[in-house]
């Protein structure tokens, strides 16, 4: 479960205003003309072979660190690594710097570049007898929204045990800021007043970036509303820092 999300997930959604869209998204209330078929089998096939060569480095550099054990490798929907246990790190040096070298190696097999991890946002978790290290990935300082890889280490022999990633492949991000705060909150109101009523729960001091889909990224405000009426509830909505 991740950490920043809300208390009641199931009242809970995510809207994409501007040039970010998914299947809440409010920038594109139309459907979009069907794509040729045969574009779509060559992309399933690159990304599928991309994601088995990368699947194939990091289960070497796992094989590296922990040779008698075997770790199960869990994908998403989309073929993107996401989970990592079943082994044993044995003798971890229970360190930032020794986690951050880690998480950039394992960055490095999934083609993210080493600087995107660890610049800001580390967190040090302490349960009963685990701990857990979560390094964050950043662009350009800009933290990358629910993107982070962390380690689970039994406290009582400094073994990892568990790696949860959530890495993105972001591609070229224009960092570019056109459209400010205010704005942004103005238009985030405009867009839901004939639909329902809201308020302004949360706004960011700063934009993030929000990961659409395998290189394709934005620079957007994260502006979280509470919602009445026949949609009560809490959302996020990310409206684009360089379009609105």
Do not use: C, M
């Not at 994409?16 to 574009?39: C, F, R, Y």
């Not at 857990?132 to 689970?152: C, G, P, R």
């Not at 991000?173 to 205010?182: C, E, G, N």
């Amino acid at each position: 479960k991740r950490s920043d999300q809300p208390s009641s997930p199931a009242n809970t959604s995510q809207k994409s205003l501007g040039s970010g869209s998914d299947s809440t998204s409010a920038a594109n209330p139309n459907p979009q003309p069907q794509e040729d078929k045969s574009q779509n089998k060559i992309t399933r096939s690159s990304s599928s072979t991309e994601n088995s060569s990368k699947r194939a480095k990091l289960e070497l550099l796992l094989k590296e660190l922990d040779p008698k054990a075997t770790w199960t490798v869990l994908t998403d929907d989309n073929g993107r690594i996401n989970s990592i246990n079943g082994g044993n790190i044995e003798n971890f040096s229970s360190s930032y710097e020794s986690g951050l070298i880690l998480a950039q190696n394992i960055a490095e097999t999934l083609d993210i570049p080493r600087n995107q991890i660890g610049k800001t946002d580390f967190q040090l978790k302490e349960t009963g007898f685990n701990r857990s290290y979560h390094y964050q990935q950043v662009y350009q300082d800009y933290v990358v929204d629910n993107a982070y890889i962390e380690f689970f280490i039994d406290k009582s022999n400094n073994n990892i045990y568990d790696i949860t990633s959530e890495l993105r492949d972001l591609g070229k991000v224009d960092t570019q800021i056109a459209v400010s705060l205010p704005s942004a909150v103005e238009i985030v109101r405009e867009y839901f007043k004939n639909k329902y009523p809201i308020e302004i729960k949360e706004e960011p001091h700063k934009p993030i970036i929000y990961n659409e889909e395998e290189g394709k990224s934005h620079l957007a405000w994260k502006i979280v509303i509470k919602t009445r009426g026949d949609h009560p509830g809490e959302s996020h909505v990310y409206d684009s820092a360089t379009n609105g």
